[in-house]
């Protein structure tokens, strides 16, 4: 990886954190979060568009139930349903897989609603 690389995993990994999802009530469901990554995402050159994609898609694979649902949202925002439909069916093989399925519906209705 290279230090451009790094500081764009950085940067990513910051919009995931910041502001904390259920923060306030501007945040509640990590519209904030959906927002700056889908912002940052379209200001990207194409290679770093690329970086960014495996990244999300690699929080939408992740244990972490705010990260896949947040991954879920901008995969879905961005036209990714591939992506989209993976992350459902690894939630699927999990024991709490309603709760990743339920938040995983409201990412993708806080996308529809906040993406144009």
Do not use: W
């Not at 451009?4 to 940067?11: K, M, N, V, Y």
């Not at 501007?26 to 700056?36: C, D, P, Q």
């Not at 949202?73 to 990743?100: C, I, Q, T, W």
Request: net charge negative; with cysteine; glycine share 6%.
């Amino acid at each position: 990886m290279t230090e451009s690389s790094d500081s764009l995993d950085e940067e990513i990994y910051r919009l995931y954190q910041e502001p904390a999802i259920g923060s306030g009530y501007a945040n509640m469901y990590g519209e904030e979060n959906l927002l700056g990554l889908v912002e940052k995402y379209r200001s990207l050159n194409p290679t770093e568009q690329t970086r960014m994609r495996d990244l999300v898609v690699g929080y939408s694979e992740s244990q972490d139930l705010a990260s896949c649902f947040v991954s879920v949202a901008v995969l879905h925002a961005l036209g990714m349903g591939d992506a989209v439909k993976n992350a459902y069916r690894l939630a699927e093989s999990r024991d709490d897989a309603e709760a990743f399925r339920h938040h995983f519906d409201i990412g993708i209705s806080l996308a529809d609603h906040f993406i144009r």
